[in-house]
């Protein structure tokens, strides 16, 4: 049954004690197994059924036949032209990636629903498959930025070849979906771990044919969701489609191995890039050319990452003249969506890089650098060379008061000592922006007859604390007890329509909605109405800028090339703080996952397009003790373009943070000359670049 969200809920998911996906299914709900393929491209010759069919507790088995003609959900349309790369339920003619589903199983319990699933028969005959780098993959989306002219004379050009690897968002809880056929009601409920349940109850409906309230969504507590639950995938409709044809409730979990196989990844990317600066130490251009690799399908927002990282460029300073292209192409791999940061990452590690380098190269301080070229606070808002608008910030202020509060000079006196003394050691900073989500929202905000007030919102919670900062919001402006407020999100019957909780968007623009609504209501009482009273209200806005500098010490053992993050300081501007624990979480939750970026995170195909990373044995993600203290200070300057002068912070940790950590490795081996770095920052990469040093080579 529904719920509406507990305020303070950590208690209980720490006990585990929550509500998840998979708690919704009955005890006689179907259950689904599915067929991968273990090719990346191959024709589908046959798929022979009947062993599966006939073991008993098998109630069906389904192929691409049928499904065919079922509607799936296309791309995101803002930015055409596209090639459209349809996503598939089921493979056939062809299969397009290892992992991809070729047949569905239903059975009346889980053991038996796999076992019928390995004696589905699968005749394949390989075709040849697109890798990350075959120039014969075809073209999906193309961008391109050209501003100013170059001026003055050229002293310094910095050269970067940067590649991003493909990353897992790894949640801690894996796909799953439940979906229930009510005959009485003729109407479908579907229990899904989702960051947009609107537009997932659309997808359902448009798929099954239905009337969009014939399917009443509800996304309960969701263990992670980082962009990767963004989009609906292929298992949910079937399992949807399941439960409508059957007229009964069937259930899907997925196995962390089909999380790394089929499940959407994120990044994967290679970014080159030019500075030129002149004698004074001024950017006078920039080219970029960035070049994504999507999947064998697209979700919904697969051409964000390349746009973001060509607009966001060239981040928070001024350049004379940008040139910046970017193309995203296909290959025969799991498809490629939005991760936590979306190319903001990508778009500070390539600048952030090309300012180091072009301060090395031209006997400068990398933050005397930056001083020189970073854009007035009194400069606002600010038209980039992307044609973006900066909407507030005070960028020198962030950079000078982390270099106070590191102790930068002093960090550079403690370097030279501990060169002296044999030891590789090097400080990083990056700064970057982050635009936090544009468009809508919605809130319905009941002050009921008893004093108590229910909020419903568009915006749903995977972790983030929406509950905590909404119920605030009411509560303060209505200027009730914070526990006589109820919030409710992620059930469609019960919570107006809204766009998701993504793109960090949801405090903005999800909260600006339940304030617009509160004070509506206020003004109803101060025109005499009486309790109870209703309002609906939807908040639409340009995108607010936040910011931030982060700075680091990190050393590189010389026997081993271990590298170890000795300290790391952050200072993020997410505008007015509403809930500041909540911020300071959601700072770390992201430092944690920029971490695992920038020293141990990446999924591998080989040549022949087999995923080789395919379970927690080869892929590895932060533990507590990679984790580095992390010193938090805030520079609060509004945005204007919301009543709450909020700006976005969830994906912060995963833009600053492996920047700032590749220019504290560069640095800790520059005495080595400038050395090809690249991410992930491993011990073995390291202690090659350190064999390379001849004999007489000190740090």
């Given at each position: 049954?529904?719920?509406?969200?507990?305020?303070?809920?950590?208690?209980?998911?720490?006990?585990?004690?929550?509500?998840?996906?998979?708690?919704?299914?009955?005890?006689?709900?179907?259950?689904?197994?599915?067929?991968?393929?273990?090719?990346?491209?191959?024709?589908?010759?046959?798929?022979?059924?009947?062993?599966?069919?006939?073991?008993?507790?098998?109630?069906?088995?389904?192929?691409?036949?049928d499904v065919k003609g079922v509607s799936t959900p296309g791309v995101n349309p803002l930015w055409p032209p596209f090639e459209d790369v349809p996503m598939p339920l089921l493979a056939g003619p062809c299969v397009e990636h290892v992992g991809q589903a070729v047949a569905m199983v239903l059975a009346h319990d889980a053991v038996t629903a796999?076992?019928?699933?390995?004696?589905?028969?699968?005749?394949?005959?390989?075709?040849?498959?697109?890798?990350?780098?075959?120039?014969?993959?075809?073209?999906?989306?193309?961008?391109?930025?050209?501003?100013?002219?170059?001026?003055?004379?050229?002293?310094?050009?910095?050269?970067?070849?940067?590649?991003?690897?493909?990353?897992?968002?790894?949640?801690?809880?894996?796909?799953?979906?439940?979906?229930?056929?009510?005959?009485?009601?003729?109407?479908?409920?579907?229990?899904?771990?989702?960051?947009?349940?609107?537009?997932?109850?659309?997808?359902?409906?448009?798929?099954?044919?239905?009337?969009?309230?014939?399917?009443?969504?509800?996304?309960?507590?969701?263990?992670?969701?980082?962009?990767?639950?963004?989009?609906?995938?292929?298992?949910?409709?079937?399992?949807?489609?399941?439960?409508?044809?059957?007229?009964?409730?069937?259930?899907?979990?997925?196995?962390?191995?089909?999380?790394?196989?089929?499940?959407?990844?994120?990044?994967?990317?290679?970014?080159?890039?030019?500075?030129?600066?002149?004698?004074?130490?001024?950017?006078?251009?920039?080219?970029?050319?960035?070049?994504?690799?999507?999947?064998?399908?697209?979700?919904?927002?697969?051409?964000?990452?390349?746009?973001n990282a060509a607009r966001i460029l060239p981040g928070p300073y001024q350049v004379q003249h940008c040139d910046i292209t970017g193309h995203s192409r296909r290959s025969h791999t799991a498809p490629v969506g939005i991760y936590r940061g979306a190319g903001r990452p990508e778009a500070a590690l390539l600048m952030e890089t090309l300012i180091d380098q072009a301060a090395r190269q031209g006997g400068l301080d990398p933050v005397q650098l930056r001083l020189r070229n970073l854009i007035d606070a009194s400069a606002m808002p600010y038209r980039t060379p992307t044609g973006e608008t900066l909407d507030s910030g005070d960028f020198p202020q962030l950079l000078t008061w982390a270099c106070e509060r590191f102790g930068y000079d002093?960090?550079?006196?403690?370097?030279?000592?501990?060169?002296?003394?044999?030891?590789?050691?090097?400080?990083?900073?990056?700064?970057?922006?982050?635009?936090?989500?544009?468009?809508?929202?919605?809130?319905?905000?009941?002050?009921?007859?008893?004093?108590r007030v229910s909020v419903a919102s568009g915006s749903p919670d995977q972790g983030q604390g929406h509950a905590l900062t909404f119920g605030h919001i009411a509560a303060s402006t209505l200027g009730v007890p914070l526990a006589q407020v109820q919030v409710l999100m992620g059930d469609t019957d019960l919570c107006p329509p809204g766009t998701g909780a993504l793109a960090s968007r949801s405090s903005a623009i999800g909260g600006s909605a339940v304030l617009q609504a509160c004070q509506d209501l206020l003004a109803q009482r101060a025109q005499g109405q009486p309790l109870p009273l209703t309002v609906e209200a939807r908040f639409d806005s340009q995108e607010a800028w936040a910011s931030g500098c982060v700075m680091v010490r990190m050393s590189v053992?010389?026997?081993?090339?271990?590298?170890?993050?000795?300290?790391?300081?952050?200072?993020?501007?997410?505008?007015?703080?509403?809930?500041?624990?909540?911020?300071?979480?959601?700072?770390?939750?992201?430092?944690?996952?920029?971490?695992?970026?920038?020293?141990?995170?990446?999924?591998?195909?080989?040549?022949?397009?087999?995923?080789l990373t395919g379970s927690l044995m080869d892929y590895a993600v932060p533990r507590a003790d990679d984790m580095p203290l992390i010193e938090l200070h805030s520079l609060h300057t509004p945005s204007p373009l919301n009543p709450l002068g909020a700006k976005g912070v969830g994906e912060a940790g995963c833009i600053g943070v492996p920047a700032a950590i590749m220019n504290a490795a560069r640095d800790a081996l520059s005495p080595l000359g400038e050395v090809d770095l690249q991410l992930p920052l491993r011990a073995e990469q390291l202690w090659f670049a350190l064999q390379a040093a001849t004999p007489g080579d000190t740090p």
């Amino acid at each position: 049954m529904p719920m509406p969200m507990p305020m303070h809920d950590d208690e209980r998911l720490i006990r585990g004690l929550g509500f998840y996906v998979q708690d919704a299914a009955p005890a006689d709900a179907l259950h689904v197994a599915f067929v991968r393929s273990d090719h990346p491209h191959a024709q589908v010759l046959a798929v022979n059924t009947t062993d599966a069919l006939g073991l008993p507790g098998v109630v069906a088995v389904w192929q691409a036949s049928d499904v065919k003609g079922v509607s799936t959900p296309g791309v995101n349309p803002l930015w055409p032209p596209f090639e459209d790369v349809p996503m598939p339920l089921l493979a056939g003619p062809c299969v397009e990636h290892v992992g991809q589903a070729v047949a569905m199983v239903l059975a009346h319990d889980a053991v038996t629903a796999l076992e019928a699933a390995m004696l589905v028969r699968v005749s394949l005959k390989a075709l040849p498959a697109w890798g990350a780098d075959d120039p014969d993959a075809s073209v999906v989306h193309q961008v391109a930025h050209t501003h100013g002219q170059v001026g003055g004379e050229v002293a310094v050009v910095a050269r970067v070849d940067l590649s991003v690897p493909r990353l897992l968002a790894m949640a801690m809880e894996p796909r799953a979906c439940v979906a229930q056929w009510q005959g009485d009601s003729q109407r479908l409920t579907v229990w899904l771990g989702s960051q947009t349940p609107a537009r997932a109850q659309a997808d359902i409906a448009r798929a099954l044919g239905l009337a969009q309230a014939q399917v009443h969504l509800i996304s309960p507590h969701v263990g992670g969701a980082f962009g990767s639950k963004a989009s609906i995938s292929p298992e949910d409709i079937l399992v949807a489609l399941a439960a409508h044809r059957l007229r009964t409730t069937v259930q899907w979990k997925a196995s962390r191995s089909e999380e790394f196989l089929s499940g959407q990844h994120g990044r994967a990317a290679r970014l080159q890039g030019q500075l030129a600066v002149d004698a004074q130490g001024r950017f006078l251009s920039l080219q970029a050319q960035l070049q994504y690799t999507l999947g064998a399908w697209l979700p919904y927002s697969a051409l964000v990452p390349m746009r973001n990282a060509a607009r966001i460029l060239p981040g928070p300073y001024q350049v004379q003249h940008c040139d910046i292209t970017g193309h995203s192409r296909r290959s025969h791999t799991a498809p490629v969506g939005i991760y936590r940061g979306a190319g903001r990452p990508e778009a500070a590690l390539l600048m952030e890089t090309l300012i180091d380098q072009a301060a090395r190269q031209g006997g400068l301080d990398p933050v005397q650098l930056r001083l020189r070229n970073l854009i007035d606070a009194s400069a606002m808002p600010y038209r980039t060379p992307t044609g973006e608008t900066l909407d507030s910030g005070d960028f020198p202020q962030l950079l000078t008061w982390a270099c106070e509060r590191f102790g930068y000079d002093q960090e550079r006196a403690l370097q030279r000592q501990r060169r002296a003394q044999g030891e590789w050691v090097g400080l990083g900073v990056a700064l970057y922006v982050e635009p936090c989500g544009q468009g809508w929202e919605s809130a319905r905000v009941t002050w009921h007859a008893d004093g108590r007030v229910s909020v419903a919102s568009g915006s749903p919670d995977q972790g983030q604390g929406h509950a905590l900062t909404f119920g605030h919001i009411a509560a303060s402006t209505l200027g009730v007890p914070l526990a006589q407020v109820q919030v409710l999100m992620g059930d469609t019957d019960l919570c107006p329509p809204g766009t998701g909780a993504l793109a960090s968007r949801s405090s903005a623009i999800g909260g600006s909605a339940v304030l617009q609504a509160c004070q509506d209501l206020l003004a109803q009482r101060a025109q005499g109405q009486p309790l109870p009273l209703t309002v609906e209200a939807r908040f639409d806005s340009q995108e607010a800028w936040a910011s931030g500098c982060v700075m680091v010490r990190m050393s590189v053992d010389a026997a081993t090339g271990q590298p170890r993050i000795e300290r790391l300081l952050w200072v993020d501007d997410a505008g007015l703080s509403l809930q500041p624990d909540l911020v300071r979480d959601q700072l770390i939750g992201g430092a944690a996952q920029g971490i695992g970026q920038a020293l141990m995170e990446q999924m591998v195909y080989d040549s022949e397009g087999q995923l080789l990373t395919g379970s927690l044995m080869d892929y590895a993600v932060p533990r507590a003790d990679d984790m580095p203290l992390i010193e938090l200070h805030s520079l609060h300057t509004p945005s204007p373009l919301n009543p709450l002068g909020a700006k976005g912070v969830g994906e912060a940790g995963c833009i600053g943070v492996p920047a700032a950590i590749m220019n504290a490795a560069r640095d800790a081996l520059s005495p080595l000359g400038e050395v090809d770095l690249q991410l992930p920052l491993r011990a073995e990469q390291l202690w090659f670049a350190l064999q390379a040093a001849t004999p007489g080579d000190t740090p």
